[in-house]
């Protein structure tokens, strides 16, 4: 099985600065990775899926690359509803999570 | 409106059984695949198992193995999880949640983690606590 590991473990930053989350698979998983987004009391939200494709009604500030087995998350300029956790999966294997949090 | 909402969640007793059930509306449910997937207090996501469209291919994590199964209705466009042998540690919110399944090899019949999926909706959840 497929080992995902994210980091930081939790990003401090402030709105209106850029976000970068990172990805890491323990072997190559191609472009099958997907991004989600979850906010305290919320079920997760598909943000990114196919490494760099955006869902139906995410906003064009969050991108996503990567291949093999490096994935990033960007966030270019984060506004006060971005503030939340963030998971990358691929097939059943889920990454420990990011928190975004307010500096 | 796309919606999936869970129930039959509950606190039961270690040893004990409880069955959940997600019932979907505002898309066709026998296109999709569907999965359950949970999360510990103040733990992150853990899948659990999932659901071919045809109900063909079925696959579970180890931790839930031999434990719990899968199954679908679609004369009641329901998903469901058999929790048998509860533990302690299987205390968590449970989400159900659909995908479409994807394939990049000349054939994943039959290999559950042959498939690639992307879980794009979810249910809010039901709680179940496992305690004496």
């Known amino acids: 099985e497929i080992v995902l590991t994210q980091s930081p473990a939790t990003l401090s930053l402030s709105p209106g600065e850029r976000a970068t989350l990172s990805c890491r698979a323990s072997q190559s998983v191609n472009r099958n990775v997907a991004w989600y987004q979850q906010k305290p009391g919320q079920a997760p939200r598909l943000l990114i899926y196919?490494?760099?494709s955006r869902a139906t009604g995410i906003p064009a500030r969050f991108s996503g690359s990567g291949s093999g087995t490096d994935f990033t998350l960007t966030i270019s300029s984060l506004e006060p509803e971005d503030f939340a956790v963030y998971y990358c999966q691929q097939r059943s294997s889920f990454g420990p999570g990011t928190k975004v949090d307010i500096k | 409106e796309v919606q999936l909402v869970e129930s039959g969640g509950g606190l039961e007793q270690p040893g004990m059984s409880l069955r959940l059930s997600c019932s979907a509306s505002g898309f066709i449910f026998d296109e999709y695949a569907m999965h359950w997937v949970r999360q510990a207090p103040g733990k992150g996501l853990e899948w659990l198992s999932g659901?071919?469209?045809?109900?063909?291919?079925?696959g579970y994590a180890d931790s839930v193995k031999g434990r719990f199964t899968v199954s679908r209705d679609y004369a009641k466009n329901s998903l469901y999880l058999q929790m048998n042998s509860l533990r302690p540690e299987d205390t968590a919110l449970y989400y159900c949640a659909r995908s479409r399944l994807y394939c990049d090899r000349t054939n994943c019949q039959g290999r559950w983690d042959y498939y690639f999926y992307y879980l794009d909706v979810w249910g809010k959840g039901t709680t179940v606590t496992v305690s004496s």
């Open positions: 196919d490494a760099s």
């Open positions: 659901i071919s469209w045809n109900g063909a291919d079925i």
